[in-house]
């Protein structure tokens, strides 16, 4: 657990330490995100932040090749995959940081990543179908789902991207379960602790909290399509090493419940973003319009137009999004106390519901 925590140190602190020159760069060549109506920034932002998180992510997985125990990680090619689809995405995001490049471009790029991580096997080798076995995955089945799955959440992701400090915070808080849940699985089945998905977590996790600070409203800077597709990416693969490898029929500490949750606990930790997407793909897609084009009709739009501030709509988002992916790890673990746990949950769930309706049962109660 010490190594984890020093590479997310090292991510979280090499991070924050580039953001302000990354800014000042992107200032200095106009790389700029211009003021839409989509917007809800009212003056010109400069963007590449994704640059700065790159960075910070390079440096903390530096670290963790030279420590006593982490560098077993990088006798494996899936951190290299991982590491090479994070600088093409990064290089293309920046591309359109700076000059903007069409949607069929950039989903071109984000296969091609896709494609680099497979080579290097990240890949979905079992697909959980019961309690008790699974289904072996050829390269024939694999290998697209691995691609479907990446670029869905790439995009999921970048959808979220749109209220100064959504997307790091969303992202943090799904990657640190994914640690919790990665981490805790090695302890509970007594695997290597040092693992793929366990410490690109861990990276993940630190680069977005050290980047939080410059993007937390009013952000000074974004991290425009170089960072979100970036965050997307290393999700993605986290989730692909940890269940797409992982044979439910082969696990038997008591600790998992049921064996399905490898499956589910992706769709758990990213679901504000994922239910975000369908809900905007159906949405277009019902008025004619394409998939990727733009509206003020995302879920955090949807908060604003409650009446929520910016921050208070970026808190409920976190807090949805740690309900979500906390209760998925809990009852990963937990499962031995169902009713404790569902209680605890349902709670939870309501006194949420209840504050993010709050100012329209304050305009019904004031007769507004």
Same mark, same amino acid.
């Given at each position: ?23 000042? *760069?992107?200032?200095? !060549? ?28 390079? =440096?903390? @997985? ?19 995959? $991982?590491?090479?689809? /994070? ?11 700076? +000059? ?22 990240? &890949? ?8 008790? /076995?699974?289904?072996? @995955? ?26 100064? *400090?959504?997307?790091?915070? $969303? ?8 640690? =919790? ?7 509970? &089945?007594?695997?290597?602790? =040092? ?49 797409? &490898? ?28 994922? $239910? ?12 004619? &319009?394409?998939? +990727? ?22 808190? !409920?988002?976190? @807090? +949805? ?48």
């Amino acid at each position: 657990m010490r190594e984890y925590l020093i590479t997310a140190f090292v991510a979280a602190a090499v991070t924050y330490l580039l953001t302000p020159f990354v800014r000042r *760069g992107a200032e200095l !060549i106009g790389a700029y995100t211009p003021v839409r109506d989509r917007d809800v920034h009212t003056i010109p932002t400069p963007r590449l932040g994704g640059l700065a998180i790159f960075g910070g992510v390079g =440096a903390a @997985l530096l670290v963790a090749s030279r420590l006593p125990t982490l560098h077993r990680v990088f006798d494996t090619s899936e951190i290299r995959g $991982v590491f090479f689809g /994070g600088l093409l995405l990064v290089a293309i995001g920046a591309a359109d940081d700076k +000059w903007g490049l069409d949607a069929l471009t950039k989903l071109a790029g984000q296969i091609l990543a896709a494609g680099v991580m497979v080579l290097e096997g990240v &890949q979905i080798l079992y697909f959980p179908v019961s309690h008790n /076995g699974a289904l072996s @995955l050829g390269p024939d089945l694999g290998v697209p789902l691995t691609v479907i799955f990446v670029v869905v959440t790439i995009n999921a992701v970048n959808f979220i991207d749109g209220l100064d *400090g959504l997307a790091a915070g $969303v992202v943090a808080i799904a990657s640190l379960s994914f640690f =919790a849940y990665s981490y805790e699985l090695s302890v509970v &089945q007594h695997f290597d602790r =040092a693992t793929t998905p366990t410490l690109v977590t861990a990276v993940l996790t630190g680069a977005c909290l050290g980047f939080l600070p410059h993007n937390f409203n009013p952000a000074r800077v974004f991290m425009g399509d170089s960072g979100s597709m970036l965050l997307g990416l290393m999700l993605s693969s986290s989730a692909v090493t940890l269940t797409g &490898q992982l044979d439910p029929s082969a696990t038997t500490a008591v600790g998992l419940f049921p064996t399905l949750i490898p499956l589910l606990l992706p769709l758990a930790v990213l679901a504000v973003p994922f $239910v975000d997407l369908v809900l905007a793909i159906a949405r277009r897609t019902r008025t004619g &319009q394409a998939p +990727w084009a733009p509206d003020k009709l995302h879920l955090h739009h949807r908060l604003l137009r409650l009446g929520h501030s910016h921050a208070r709509a970026v808190l !409920i988002m976190y @807090l +949805w999004s740690a309900l979500i992916a906390g209760g998925a790890v809990t009852i990963a673990f937990a499962h031995d106390r169902p009713l404790l746990v569902l209680s605890g949950y349902c709670v939870a769930a309501a006194v949420l519901v209840v504050a993010s309706s709050i100012p329209r049962l304050r305009h019904h109660h004031t007769g507004g």
